[in-house]
Structures are given as C-alpha cells and as structure tokens.
C-alpha cells in the first residue's frame, strides 16, 4: 500500500528529529546544572533561580484557617485551606473567571478585583458551621502570584515582567504584595497578608507535607517551572543578607528560561524555531518553548502543515482550518494518543469535527506517532531538568519524590511515565529511585502553608 508506505518514510524523519538519546539527555544535564549554579551565585542570570523567602519545610503540624488568593493565568482561584496537622487539611474554594480586558487594565484595579473576590468569597463562608469563619476572626492570607518576581522577603515582591499572556500596565517593577494590600484596605477586609508564593514554591511546600520525601516540584501546564529546597550557603548571591548559613530556602528556578538567547544546549528543530520566532517574545523562554502545553500542539501543527505543503497529507482538500497558528491544541495530542480504537475513531472525529478534514487510516497512524514524539520529547527534556536538581542536591542515591502538577502532567496519558524512563536513560537503574507524583492543589495549599510557617517563625 503506497501512502502507508510513505507515511512511514515520513515518520522516520520526525523520529530521528525529535529523538533525545541518553548520551545527549546527559550532556543537557550537565549544561543544565552549571545554569542552575550560575544562578544561584549571580543575581539576574538568565535562569534567575529566585529566592523565595519560604526557610526549610513544614513541620506537618501546622494548624488554622487560611485564606489563599491565586492569580494564576486563566482563573483567579479564593480558598479557605483548614490545616489539621498530621499533613491533613480541607479545602474550600471559589474560581472567578478574569477576563481578557482585566489582563489587560490598569494593574491595581486588577488587584481591587482580587479584593472584591475575596470579600464575596469571607461573607459567603462566614457562619457558626463546621468548616465556617467566624465572624471578626482576623485571616491571614498567601498570594500565589505566579510570575517572576524578584522578592527580598516573603511578603513583598516586585514584578520583573508579566508572562503568559498578562499586560496590565502600572505593575512591572511594582511591589504587587503592596498594591495587594493596597487593595485590601480600600475593601476594609479583616485579611493580613503574610505570604507572596509561586506556584511552584506552593506545590514543593504543599506535596512535602503531604509526603515528606518530596525534595522537589515541578509545574507541567500553559509554562513550565520548578523549585526545591537549597542549602542557604549554596546561594552565594544572597550571602551578605546575614541568614544563617545553615538554614535552607526554597528556590523558585524560573527554569523555562534555560538555554535562552544563546541556544547552545537545547536540540531544537525548525519547528522549534518557527515558534519561537512567531512568538510574542523571541529567543525567551527555550526550555518551556519545547516542554509546556501552550507550545506542544502549535510544533504538532507545524509538523502537519509542512507535510500539507510538501503535497504529502489531506491531498485536494481544503486545509485552510489548520492554517492558523494555535488552532491544535495540546489537548489534542493527549486526545490522539489516548485513542482505544483500531481505527483510531477519535482522530477522525478531531479532523472532521474541528478542521473539516477527511483522513486516512495511514495518517491517522503517522498524527498518533508524530503526537508521541513530541511529547516523549517535552518529558524526557523535563527529566533533564529534574535530573539537574537531584543530582546537584545529591538525592540520587536515597532517592526522593517530585510534586507535579499542570494539565500535562495530570492529563496526557504516559507523561509521568515517560519522565521516568528519561531519568532511568540518565542515570541507569538509580533513576528508578527518583518518582513523580501529582501534587494536590499545591498552589493554595501550599500558600496557607507558607503562611503558617511565616506565622510560626514571627
Ligand atoms: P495553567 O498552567 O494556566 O494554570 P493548566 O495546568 O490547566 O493551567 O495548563 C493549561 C495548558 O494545558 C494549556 O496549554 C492546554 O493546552 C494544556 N492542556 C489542557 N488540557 C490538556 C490535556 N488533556 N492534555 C494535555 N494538555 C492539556
């Protein structure tokens, strides 16, 4: 059968493309771990491997009603997180939808509207119920702001620059813990605000008090990120701060920066390179720009709308649906390969339902391959990432546990799988040692969390 045939020749190609072998994946790594050390002994380093403020893990025992606010990217979520020690808790929470001109308006009324949700969110879960506030009953409150901000203590932090689609003006270079409480006043709410997280830093706190032997925390959703906990004398940059050398401090890694400008480390294709130039800010952003969920399914597109102009796929067909840049979406790829049919029924419905296409048995084969390259690809480069910290950390051979969360993780079938095939093609039969697990709800429980901590240590 000729098209099969050819469809697999084609598959040949993208497989030699997107392939990482292990010798590579250890070169990566290794380029990967001196990033990671630069950053921590020089302030504004590409990965800028941000202090976070947060000193050493929970106890466990943490008790008491949080609030937690987090400002995320699509949602702006408000919970009231019950700490009952023991690495228990109950969680009560509110999403409000932001829309796309509060991305966009003035920064403190986005911050007024934060406040608004959170007055909304106290009167409706006040009362003498279980599980109610009490009325007067002071409230602290953890931000979970999930943008790069450069913080000198836990809660304050200026914002270095909106990312994932944000723009409200009046805010870059602002303190938004101050323009949060700004806020708060104006609504006279009875919350302090004690704690300004990353989700990251959230979910590396929240999954250790669930599970001690968490030493890590990776976020797999529209970007890419990690933390963990650093000895405070390995953070030369912060070591006229007089902090006790001794302590430790999670580290917000800001690791989707790695490899960016230079591309020296990083095996990427000319797909790679066409969304990057595409993209609203070229040459940023590297290591996410081929692991996180914004990006998978437009390199996917990529990939189909090269094969369409070399005459190869959807032959005297309209393709005009699939010409426009982000119209696949990574949920598309997990939807692919997920496929329990011989005749793989799912990916007919995707291309008639969405893009009006016909296809063949053969493509629908070769757009199921191409979708397991590129994500085999986004997870054993992830594997790099996590690879860098435990080895650098020295966890390899006591092994350790890695907090995950995000839609990509959580979502695409064989991700967590694949990232652990990766760190056994880096380290041999010890990789077996590091696993992931999905961290629940990390970004608001591990800001009530933090804030309890903070309480603690005052
Ligand atoms: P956020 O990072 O904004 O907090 P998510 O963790 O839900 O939110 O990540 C959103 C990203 O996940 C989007 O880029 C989307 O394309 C991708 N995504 C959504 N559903 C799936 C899915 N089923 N499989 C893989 N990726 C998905």
Same mark, same amino acid.
């Given at each position: 059968h000729a098209t099969k045939r050819t469809m697999a020749d084609h598959l040949r190609k993208y497989e030699s493309l997107f392939t990482l072998t292990p010798q590579r994946m250890r070169m990566i790594v290794e380029a990967f771990t001196e990033t990671l050390d630069l950053g921590l002994a020089k302030p504004n380093q590409i990965v800028p491997m941000i202090p976070t403020w947060v000193f050493g893990w929970p106890t466990g025992k943490e008790t008491g009603d949080y609030l937690s606010?987090?400002? /995320?990217? #699509?949602?702006?979520?408000?919970?009231?997180?019950?700490?009952?020690?023991?690495?228990?808790f109950e969680i009560t929470q509110t999403k409000y939808r932001l829309t796309e001109e509060q991305k966009q308006d003035d920064g403190q009324k986005l911050f007024d509207f934060c406040a608004e949700c959170l007055q909304t969110f106290i009167e409706s879960n006040t009362g003498d119920g279980p599980g109610e506030l009490k009325?007067?009953?002071?409230?602290?409150?953890?931000? #979970?702001?999930?943008?790069?901000?450069?913080?000198? !203590?836990?809660?304050?932090?200026?914002?270095? !620059?909106? @990312?994932?689609?944000?723009?409200?003006?009046? @805010?870059?270079?602002?303190?938004?813990?101050?323009?949060? !409480?700004?806020?708060l006043e104006k609504y006279q709410l009875r919350v302090q605000l004690t704690a300004l997280i990353n989700d990251t830093t959230g979910t590396l706190i929240a999954s250790h008090y669930v599970?001690?032997? #968490?030493?890590?925390?990776?976020?797999?959703?529209?970007?890419?990120?990690?933390?963990?906990?650093?000895?405070?004398?390995?953070?030369?940059?912060?070591?006229?701060? /007089?902090?006790?050398?001794?302590?430790?401090?999670?580290?917000?890694?800001?690791?989707?920066?790695?490899?960016?400008?230079?591309?020296?480390?990083?095996?990427? @294709?000319?797909?790679?390179?066409?969304?990057?130039?595409s993209s609203n800010k070229p040459g940023e952003q590297a290591f996410e720009k081929l692991i996180s969920g914004r990006y998978l399914g437009e390199i996917c597109r990529l990939v189909?709308?090269?094969?369409?102009?070399?005459?190869?796929?959807?032959?005297?067909?309209?393709t005009y649906k699939l010409e426009k840049p982000y119209c696949f979406d990574t949920a598309f790829l997990s939807l692919m390969e997920s496929d329990p049919t011989d005749e793989l029924l799912m990916i007919i419905g995707i291309f008639t339902h969405f893009f009006a296409l016909e296809t063949t048995l053969a493509e629908r084969q070769f757009f199921r391959a191409l979708a397991k390259l590129i994500s085999r690809r986004a997870a054993r480069l992830s594997s790099c990432g996590?690879?860098?910290?435990?080895?650098?950390? /020295?966890?390899?051979?006591e092994g350790c546990s890695v907090g995950a969360d995000g839609s990509l993780y959580n979502k695409y079938p064989g991700f967590a799988d694949r990232i652990h095939e990766g760190l056994v093609d880096i380290f041999g039969d010890k990789g077996r040692n590091i696993v992931t697990h999905h961290a629940e709800d990390g970004s608001g429980v591990g800001s009530a969390i933090i804030a309890a901590m903070t309480k603690a240590r005052r």
């Open positions: 606010l987090d400002l /995320g990217g #699509t949602n702006l979520r408000v919970c009231l997180v019950t700490l009952q020690g023991d690495g228990k009325p007067g009953q002071p409230l602290p409150l953890g931000f #979970t702001f999930s943008y790069p901000c450069s913080q000198d !203590r836990i809660d304050h932090g200026e914002l270095i !620059r909106w @990312t994932k689609g944000f723009g409200a003006p009046n @805010t870059e270079g602002q303190d938004v813990a101050g323009m949060l !409480r700004k806020s599970n001690p032997r #968490t030493k890590v925390a990776v976020i797999f959703g529209t970007g890419c990120n990690a933390a963990y906990m650093e000895r405070v004398k390995s953070i030369p940059k912060i070591a006229d701060r /007089g902090i006790d050398m001794d302590a430790e401090m999670g580290i917000n890694c800001e690791w989707g920066a790695f490899d960016s400008f230079e591309h020296e480390h990083l095996p990427r @294709t000319k797909y790679d390179a066409i969304v990057d130039d189909i709308c090269e094969l369409i102009d070399e005459g190869v796929l959807f032959l005297g067909q309209n996590i690879a860098a910290i435990v080895s650098k950390m /020295g966890y390899l051979d």
